[in-house]
């Protein structure tokens, strides 16, 4: 067999658009986060979780973080500082919990629906987040949020990766951390090549792995630009594509 990883992109890749998985798809994946992963059993048939973009692997048999870097404390200040000069929400994340100072944002509702953990509710951003952090997400509406994406970059680009993985979700990274350079890492880890694996996406966080991945495949619902980058465009989440993928790759 030519190929040895399978990469997954999770929200519109893996899941329905109702947010679900697919009986074909889990049947497809079993037999060839957190959450999702204990539903298609990665923690039985061996499996990896690539949580925050990239900037934690988890070894789904032993719970093992074999790799993770973090947004260094100091910056906490200053993109909590930023989130309000621009007046957008700011969240991140501890012990599967959604951390925030407004709980009731709609944003927050769909990553917490999303990634099917809890929020919750803090008075102060700054104050509280004294521990290590992966990841941090600005959110607002996607248009006004685009006029916000470029000033970001230019007060902290050079500090850390600023991205945008879905139109409302602005993602704040530590220098470096994407999805191909921890893939990377993990392939590493396996002694297997970048030639042996395939990479499934829709979203633009996902553009790196497909362009480094040996064959990189774009869903049918994808963003325009990762379709363009893509080697092939398969059916959509709600079609059953990567079913589809199985079907065409891994019976090779």
Known sequence: ????????????????????????????????????????ELDKFGGYILAFNGGRIINCQTNEIIYEKTIPLEFVD??????????VNIVTYENDHIITEQENDKYVAIEARVCSIPIKKVDSFKAYVNF?????????????????EPK???????????????????????????????????????????DEMIACGDGFNDLSMIKYAGVGIAMAN????????????????DEDGIVHVIEKYWAE
């Not at 630009?225 to 398969?234: G, I, L, M, R």
């Open 132 to 148: 290590p952090i992966v990841k941090c997400l600005m959110m607002a509406d996607g248009e006004y949020l685009a006029t916000v």
């Open 222 to 237: 994808a963003q325009e630009v990762v379709k363009e980058a893509s080697d092939y465009v398969t059916l959509s989440n």
């Open 1 to 40: 067999m030519k190929y040895k990883v399978l990469v997954l992109d999770i929200d519109g890749t893996v899941t329905t658009s109702e947010k679900i998985v697919s009986n074909a798809t889990k049947a497809a994946l079993t037999q060839g986060i957190v959450p999702i992963a204990k539903e298609l």
């Open 78 to 87: 200053d993109l909590d500082d930023i989130s309000k000069k621009y007046n």
């Open 152 to 194: 970001v970059v230019e007060e902290i680009g050079d500090k850390l990766n600023v991205f945008r993985s879905e139109p409302f979700f602005l993602e704040i990274m530590p220098k470096n951390i994407d999805k191909a350079y921890s893939l990377g890492k993990l392939l590493e880890k396996l002694e297997l090549t970048k």
